[in-house]
């Protein structure tokens, strides 16, 4: 299902699991090493945070709940150091804890009650954004291309002629494809700073690539919104 | 208490021409005949002692029960009457007025006080004391009646008059038989004189026949019995500023009373005549109320001309009779200022007018006006004879001709009107004239003048300078009480701004207590019943340092149920310091407003206290509404919890409870006996606790947003949303309920960005879509329709189904409700209330269309702004 998955060299990753609730470790012990990963667990901010330098993990998961330091704390002190993949846990009333959660550096989100297809396919990307040293000049999904050598986009072998900004936008998408991008992220990418509140000019703008390039605009294939956080350039078959 | 509201007790009245004719005598004989027929009667108050009274004394108790010779030792002690609660309490004068320190001043407020809590009472009255009479019998006797009572309490009461002849009244003078009153210290010899006491006995025998006359009249009225009803008479009391006024008011009460008649007193206002000044104001306020204590209804009105105003007002209120006042003034006056009573009389058709002539007013009038020239002082004058001698001096150097001499001592005559008043203006006229006289028209240095068209010139001066005086006088005064109420209503509007912004009691309390304190320079507190109905001080301005004791209980408790004034200057407990003041609407008493004036002995003016009052006033409204509206939500509160938790626990318990069976039922199956299953019995098993948990997930997102939204936690997150963007987001997170179901969409092109919160609106699409697939075959489409509709985004949800009914399209929103056509389908009724709570907070709204064989939910959303335009486009688009 997942076209990626396969070519990903995330066999045997070290998954270090933060989570105070016994169970959701539990299980996601279980289902993880089905998976090949290599598991470490930790009930407390505290002990994760040691555990991080004990254990050398390739990925983080961390819940946004923990009863001693909150999780944007153990975000916090964990970016001033290391670059190591964290995926948090949050859950759908806290809009505002993700994109913080995303702004301090996280890499992507799951909200619970969350399928184990979702954090996995979430995981993979995570793990293969981290991996990826060089930038490849042409970018293939589904049926869009973007050359990036040649500023050139086509859907389904056809051209489609993009705006400037309309192009930055696509292709910073597109080469954080699986990832969401927040809307601040996406509008410092394009507009630089200065621009961060300006939302509104995303929704202008991703109206109008869809238009472009999706066949449906009202049901996008490759730009979806993640309602209330940002856009997610699909990576899907 | 309940008696006290039930049943009002019986009034005897013993009415007597005079003192000496035997009420008090009478009046214990009827009391021992009722005590003896096992009535509980007791002495509550026997002014004087006298042999005659001893066997009634020694065999009727006293308020404490004690048998007493002593008359005298009998006080007058209301409360212990009250407390001692007798059938019938014999209180001898009803007139007479309270020792200091009592709590009424008069006596009859205490016998009104004792009939409130259902207790009979005996007493005694003269009927040159009746309040209606007063007048009449001070022309008959030539005395003056200090102490009266209101009509009103003659009409409650039984009247039993005692009656001897002329004769035997002065037997009794001269053997003895007769107290004279304390305060009679007047010769008896005088007092007795055959014509007075005829007059008196004629008075109380014609009041006396009155009543029977009205009490016969009252029977045949309730028993219908038909007769010879006088005509409906109406009657108007034409009321001014003028003391003499209140003899209009007694007369017309009386005429009232003799006619049996409806009355009214009424007052009007115009420019022309304004009370003027405070005292004037003052008078009228106390005919005013005069006439409403006497049973008129109270009418004020404010026109250009008294006489139409008056006749208008007849007119409209069907008036057969008008008594008015005639005027004091000279025919000259009337000329200039136009007559009222002529211009009534002329313009009455069908009306009769009586005109009443004054007595006292004349003198009060002098005298005040005399008060308030003595008020200017001498400075004035002198700062005029200086100025007429500087303009002649001036004259004299620089030579004018006459004409300009003339006008210049108009100027001095001018300016002491403006600036003093009548006096100096009219000293500056009359220095002008003789030094215009004396030193510029010839001859020169003499008083005669050659010339008589001169005389004419002084008249014309003389009376130019009367006039400015006078207009400039009344002018003054109109400032200065237009000053006083304006100063009076900035206050009451300050004080009503500041509470406005009050939310709580409390907040209302405190600063209404700082305002006042502050305004009578002094402190002031306010006292509210707490829970158990105890009286509590809840607030204190700031500038009291020693809080206890502070108010006297008694009469704070006094005052809050009586409803009345009570304390500094008023007439109960009058010597006290503190003024206390009831907190009172229409319907009850809320509290008491207690203040004290910083400075010791000082009693507060008329204005401070009718200050307070509207102060009291405005308070008493202020808190009852808070009060009332806080009742009023906290039932609304109990009504709807006790409702909620019934549906709450109904629904939610199996809302819940289904798919934790299921997803229970399969997964204790897989553990238990896994292996019994073949894979595709495995797969169904989890697929339907896959369901269970998709539908738990959703039912307790509902139950959080459902309380999120009502404890007011759900604020919006407003941005710029694209309404196609939304709707995609609903649709893609729909699709687990939605599988194949088709779904079309109409979005219209050209709608702007809306400002709404993205995730929210989201919710609102899912439900609805969740709803249009609960409610409709699965092989059917559902429609969303997106249109702009002049400053609203529209949008429609359509699914094909049964039409919701008429009577539910309302109801299908609130919390729990659920349709009786969709009971089959199991729901919450949760997730439509929160898509109402949710486009509400967004200022729009949400409804049910009617359509054939279709349902169709649309909402609103208000296009207020347009988004700001993009400023940075790389592109130049």
Same mark, same amino acid.
């Given at each position: 299902?997942?076209?990626m998955?396969?070519?990903l060299?995330?066999?045997?990753a070290r998954?270090l #699991?933060?989570?105070d609730?016994?169970?959701?470790?539990?299980m996601?012990?279980?289902?993880?090493?089905?998976?090949?990963?290599?598991?470490?667990?930790?009930?407390?901010?505290q002990?994760?945070?040691?555990?991080v330098a004990?254990?050398?993990?390739?990925?983080?998961?961390?819940?946004?709940g923990?009863?001693?330091l909150?999780?944007?704390?153990?975000l916090?002190?964990?970016?001033e150091?290391?670059?190591?993949?964290i995926?948090?846990l949050?859950v759908?009333?806290?809009e505002?804890?993700?994109i913080?959660?995303?702004?301090l550096g996280?890499?992507?989100?799951?909200?619970?009650?969350?399928s184990?297809?979702?954090?996995?396919?979430?995981?993979r990307?995570?793990l293969?954004?981290?991996?990826k040293?060089?930038?490849e000049?042409v970018?293939?999904y589904?049926g869009?291309?973007?050359?990036?050598?040649?500023r050139?986009v086509t859907v389904?072998?056809n051209?489609v002629?993009?705006?400037?900004?309309?192009?930055d936008?696509?292709?910073?998408l597109v080469?954080h494809?699986?990832k969401?991008?927040?809307?601040?992220?996406?509008?410092?990418? #394009?507009?630089?700073v200065?621009?961060q509140?300006?939302?509104h000019y995303?929704r202008?703008?991703i109206?109008q #690539?869809?238009?472009k390039?999706e066949k449906d605009?009202a049901?996008?294939q490759? #730009?979806?919104?993640?309602?209330?956080?940002?856009y997610?350039?699909?990576i899907?078959? | 208490?309940?008696?006290?509201?039930?049943?009002?007790?019986?009034?005897?009245?013993?009415?007597?021409?005079?003192?000496?004719?035997?009420?008090?005598?009478?009046?214990?004989e009827?009391?021992?005949?009722?005590?003896s027929?096992?009535?509980d009667?007791c002495?509550g108050?026997?002014d004087?002692n006298?042999?005659?009274f001893?066997?009634?004394?020694?065999?009727i108790?006293?308020?404490?029960?004690?048998?007493?010779t002593q008359v005298k030792?009998?006080e007058?002690?209301?409360d212990a009457?009250?407390?001692?609660?007798?059938?019938?309490?014999?209180i001898?004068?009803?007139a007479?007025?309270?020792?200091k320190g009592?709590?009424?001043a008069?006596?009859?407020?205490?016998v009104?006080e004792?009939?409130?809590?259902?207790?009979n009472?005996?007493?005694t009255?003269?009927?040159?004391?009746?309040?209606?009479?007063k007048?009449?019998?001070?022309?008959?006797? *030539?005395?003056?009646v200090?102490?009266t009572?209101?009509?009103?309490?003659?009409?409650?009461a039984?009247i039993?008059?005692?009656?001897?002849?002329?004769?035997?009244?002065?037997?009794r003078?001269?053997t003895?038989?007769?107290?004279?009153?304390d305060?009679?210290?007047q010769n008896?010899?005088?007092?007795?004189r055959?014509?007075?006491v005829?007059?008196?006995?004629?008075?109380?025998?014609?009041?006396?026949?009155?009543r029977?006359?009205?009490?016969?009249?009252?029977?045949?009225k309730?028993?219908e019995?038909?007769?010879p009803?006088?005509?409906?008479e109406?009657i108007?009391?034409c009321?001014?500023?003028s003391?003499?006024s209140?003899?209009?008011?007694?007369?017309?009460?009386?005429?009232?009373?003799?006619?049996?008649?409806?009355?009214?007193?009424?007052?009007v206002e115009?420019?022309?005549?304004?009370?003027?000044?405070e005292?004037?104001?003052?008078?009228?306020?106390?005919n005013?109320?005069?006439?409403?204590s006497?049973?008129?209804?109270?009418?004020t009105?404010?026109?250009?001309n008294?006489?139409?105003?008056?006749?208008?007002?007849?007119?409209?209120k069907?008036?057969?009779?008008?008594v008015i006042?005639?005027?004091l003034?000279?025919?000259i006056?009337?000329?200039?200022k136009g007559s009222?009573?002529?211009?009534?009389?002329?313009?009455?058709?069908?009306?009769?007018?009586?005109?009443?002539?004054?007595g006292?007013?004349?003198?009060?009038?002098s005298?005040?006006?005399?008060n308030q020239e003595?008020?200017?002082g001498l400075?004035?004058?002198?700062?005029?004879?200086?100025?007429?001698?500087?303009?002649?001096?001036?004259n004299?150097?620089?030579g004018f001709?006459?004409l300009?001499i003339g006008?210049l001592?108009?100027l001095?005559?001018l300016?002491?009107a403006?600036?003093?008043g009548?006096g100096p203006?009219?000293?500056a006229?009359?220095?002008?004239?003789l030094s215009?006289d004396?030193f510029?028209?010839p001859?020169?240095?003499?008083?005669t003048?050659?010339?008589?068209k001169y005389?004419l010139?002084?008249?014309i001066f003389l009376?130019?300078a009367v006039?400015?005086?006078?207009m400039a006088?009344?002018l003054?005064?109109q400032?200065e009480?237009a000053r006083r109420?304006?100063a009076?209503m900035a206050?009451?509007?300050?004080?009503s701004r500041?509470i406005v912004?009050e939310?709580d009691?409390?907040?209302?309390?405190?600063?209404?207590?700082?305002?006042i304190?502050?305004?009578i320079?002094?402190?002031?507190?306010?006292?509210l019943?707490?829970?158990?109905?105890v009286?509590?001080?809840?607030?204190?301005s700031?500038t009291?340092a020693?809080?206890?004791?502070?108010v006297?209980?008694?009469?704070?408790?006094w005052?809050?149920?009586?409803?009345k004034?009570a304390g500094?200057g008023?007439?109960t407990?009058?010597?006290k310091d503190c003024?206390?003041i009831?907190l009172k609407?229409?319907?009850?008493?809320? *509290?008491?407003?207690?203040v004290?004036?910083?400075?010791?002995?000082h009693?507060?003016?008329?204005?401070?206290s009718?200050?307070?009052?509207a102060?009291?006033?405005?308070?008493?409204?202020?808190?009852i509404?808070?009060q009332?509206?806080?009742?009023?939500q906290?039932?609304?509160?109990?009504v709807k919890s006790?409702?909620?938790r019934t549906a709450?626990?109904?629904?939610?318990s199996h809302e819940?409870?289904?798919p934790?069976?299921?997803?229970? *039922?399969a997964?204790?199956?897989?553990?238990d006996?896994?292996?019994?299953?073949?894979?595709?019995?495995?797969?169904?098993l989890?697929l339907?606790?896959?369901?269970?948990?998709?539908?738990?997930?959703?039912?307790?997102?509902?139950?959080?947003d459902?309380a999120?939204?009502?404890s007011?936690?759900?604020?919006l997150?407003?941005?710029?949303?694209?309404?196609q963007?939304?709707? *995609?987001?609903?649709?893609?997170?729909?699709n687990?309920t939605l599988?194949?179901r088709?779904?079309?969409?109409?979005?219209?092109?050209?709608?702007?960005?809306?400002r709404?919160d993205?995730?929210?609106?989201e919710?609102?699409?899912?439900n609805?879509?969740?709803?249009?697939?609960?409610?409709?075959?699965?092989d059917?489409?559902i429609?969303?329709?997106?249109t702009?509709v002049?400053?609203?985004?529209?949008?429609?949800?359509?699914?094909?189904?049964?039409?919701i009914?008429e009577?539910?399209?309302?109801?299908?929103f609130?919390?729990?409700?659920?349709?009786?056509?969709s009971?089959h389908i199991?729901?919450?009724g949760?997730g439509?209330s929160?898509?109402?709570g949710?486009?509400?907070?967004?200022?729009g709204q949400?409804?049910?269309?009617?359509?054939?064989?279709?349902?169709?939910?649309?909402f609103?959303?208000?296009?207020i702004l347009?988004p700001?335009?993009?400023?940075?486009?790389?592109?130049?688009?």
């Amino acid at each position: 299902m997942e076209r990626m998955v396969s070519e990903l060299p995330d066999i045997g990753a070290r998954v270090l #699991i933060i989570d105070d609730e016994n169970q959701i470790r539990k299980m996601l012990k279980v289902a993880l090493s089905a998976h090949s990963y290599e598991i470490e667990d930790a009930a407390t901010g505290q002990e994760g945070l040691n555990k991080v330098a004990l254990f050398h993990p390739d990925l983080i998961i961390l819940d946004m709940g923990l009863p001693d330091l909150d999780g944007l704390t153990v975000l916090k002190k964990l970016r001033e150091w290391t670059r190591i993949p964290i995926i948090v846990l949050s859950v759908r009333e806290m809009e505002n804890d993700k994109i913080l959660a995303l702004d301090l550096g996280a890499d992507d989100y799951v909200t619970k009650p969350f399928s184990m297809g979702e954090l996995l396919a979430r995981m993979r990307v995570a793990l293969r954004h981290a991996t990826k040293t060089e930038e490849e000049p042409v970018l293939s999904y589904g049926g869009l291309t973007v050359d990036l050598a040649h500023r050139q986009v086509t859907v389904e072998g056809n051209e489609v002629k993009l705006t400037p900004t309309e192009y930055d936008i696509l292709k910073n998408l597109v080469i954080h494809a699986g990832k969401v991008l927040t809307h601040r992220q996406l509008l410092k990418m #394009i507009w630089g700073v200065d621009y961060q509140q300006e939302a509104h000019y995303l929704r202008v703008y991703i109206g109008q #690539i869809r238009r472009k390039i999706e066949k449906d605009p009202a049901r996008p294939q490759y #730009i979806i919104t993640e309602s209330g956080v940002g856009y997610r350039f699909i990576i899907k078959d | 208490m309940e008696d006290y509201l039930t049943r009002l007790g019986k009034l005897t009245i013993f009415l007597g021409a005079s003192f000496g004719v035997g009420k008090t005598y009478t009046m214990l004989e009827a009391a021992y005949e009722q005590q003896s027929q096992g009535v509980d009667v007791c002495i509550g108050r026997l002014d004087y002692n006298r042999s005659e009274f001893d066997f009634f004394v020694k065999n009727i108790p006293g308020i404490d029960n004690t048998i007493s010779t002593q008359v005298k030792d009998i006080e007058n002690n209301i409360d212990a009457i009250i407390e001692r609660k007798p059938h019938l309490v014999v209180i001898d004068n009803l007139a007479s007025s309270n020792p200091k320190g009592q709590r009424h001043a008069a006596r009859y407020r205490d016998v009104e006080e004792i009939l409130q809590r259902g207790i009979n009472v005996f007493t005694t009255l003269n009927i040159y004391q009746v309040e209606s009479l007063k007048d009449i019998a001070e022309q008959i006797t *030539g005395l003056k009646v200090a102490d009266t009572v209101p009509d009103r309490l003659l009409n409650i009461a039984e009247i039993k008059l005692i009656d001897i002849s002329h004769e035997e009244l002065l037997l009794r003078l001269k053997t003895g038989k007769v107290i004279l009153p304390d305060n009679a210290d007047q010769n008896p010899e005088k007092f007795f004189r055959l014509g007075n006491v005829s007059a008196l006995r004629e008075l109380a025998l014609r009041y006396t026949a009155q009543r029977v006359d009205q009490q016969l009249n009252d029977y045949m009225k309730t028993h219908e019995i038909k007769g010879p009803w006088p005509a409906g008479e109406r009657i108007l009391a034409c009321v001014g500023p003028s003391p003499f006024s209140a003899h209009v008011i007694r007369t017309s009460r009386r005429l009232a009373d003799a006619f049996k008649a409806e009355w009214c007193a009424v007052y009007v206002e115009t420019q022309q005549r304004s009370p003027g000044d405070e005292k004037g104001y003052y008078q009228l306020d106390s005919n005013l109320r005069l006439a409403e204590s006497l049973g008129a209804e109270i009418i004020t009105l404010t026109g250009e001309n008294v006489a139409n105003e008056l006749l208008a007002i007849a007119e409209r209120k069907n008036i057969t009779q008008i008594v008015i006042g005639k005027p004091l003034h000279s025919k000259i006056i009337e000329l200039w200022k136009g007559s009222v009573v002529d211009n009534v009389v002329k313009g009455s058709q069908g009306i009769n007018v009586h005109i009443i002539t004054g007595g006292p007013t004349s003198d009060t009038k002098s005298a005040h006006q005399k008060n308030q020239e003595h008020k200017i002082g001498l400075f004035p004058y002198l700062l005029t004879i200086v100025a007429v001698t500087l303009i002649t001096l001036i004259n004299m150097f620089i030579g004018f001709d006459l004409l300009n001499i003339g006008l210049l001592y108009l100027l001095p005559v001018l300016f002491s009107a403006a600036y003093w008043g009548r006096g100096p203006s009219i000293l500056a006229s009359v220095l002008g004239v003789l030094s215009f006289d004396v030193f510029f028209v010839p001859p020169v240095s003499s008083i005669t003048v050659h010339d008589l068209k001169y005389l004419l010139s002084f008249a014309i001066f003389l009376l130019v300078a009367v006039m400015t005086g006078t207009m400039a006088n009344r002018l003054r005064a109109q400032a200065e009480t237009a000053r006083r109420r304006e100063a009076r209503m900035a206050a009451l509007y300050a004080l009503s701004r500041k509470i406005v912004v009050e939310t709580d009691i409390d907040g209302i309390l405190s600063t209404v207590v700082n305002v006042i304190a502050e305004t009578i320079d002094g402190e002031a507190a306010i006292m509210l019943p707490n829970q158990s109905g105890v009286l509590e001080c809840k607030s204190f301005s700031t500038t009291i340092a020693k809080k206890e004791n502070w108010v006297d209980e008694e009469i704070v408790c006094w005052v809050f149920e009586h409803g009345k004034i009570a304390g500094n200057g008023s007439e109960t407990w009058g010597e006290k310091d503190c003024l206390y003041i009831p907190l009172k609407t229409e319907e009850k008493n809320i *509290g008491v407003l207690t203040v004290k004036s910083n400075h010791h002995n000082h009693f507060l003016s008329t204005e401070q206290s009718q200050l307070l009052e509207a102060f009291a006033n405005l308070t008493a409204l202020s808190v009852i509404s808070l009060q009332l509206s806080a009742e009023a939500q906290q039932a609304r509160y109990f009504v709807k919890s006790e409702k909620l938790r019934t549906a709450l626990f109904n629904s939610i318990s199996h809302e819940l409870r289904t798919p934790l069976a299921s997803i229970m *039922g399969a997964v204790t199956s897989l553990l238990d006996e896994g292996e019994l299953y073949n894979k595709a019995d495995r797969d169904a098993l989890l697929l339907t606790v896959n369901e269970g948990t998709i539908r738990m997930n959703r039912l307790v997102g509902n139950l959080l947003d459902m309380a999120r939204l009502e404890s007011g936690m759900m604020q919006l997150k407003n941005e710029w949303c694209d309404i196609q963007e939304i709707i *995609g987001v609903a649709l893609q997170r729909s699709n687990p309920t939605l599988q194949d179901r088709k779904v079309s969409l109409s979005i219209e092109e050209d709608i702007a960005l809306i400002r709404a919160d993205f995730v929210l609106i989201e919710q609102v699409i899912i439900n609805l879509l969740e709803n249009a697939n609960k409610y409709s075959p699965s092989d059917t489409e559902i429609s969303i329709i997106a249109t702009k509709v002049n400053n609203e985004l529209h949008v429609r949800i359509i699914n094909e189904g049964y039409p919701i009914p008429e009577s539910d399209r309302e109801k299908i929103f609130d919390k729990f409700y659920r349709s009786i056509t969709s009971q089959h389908i199991t729901g919450t009724g949760l997730g439509l209330s929160i898509c109402k709570g949710i486009i509400e907070a967004h200022g729009g709204q949400i409804w049910v269309e009617k359509e054939e064989e279709k349902v169709v939910f649309c909402f609103s959303l208000p296009i207020i702004l347009l988004p700001p335009e993009i400023l940075c486009g790389k592109d130049g688009e």
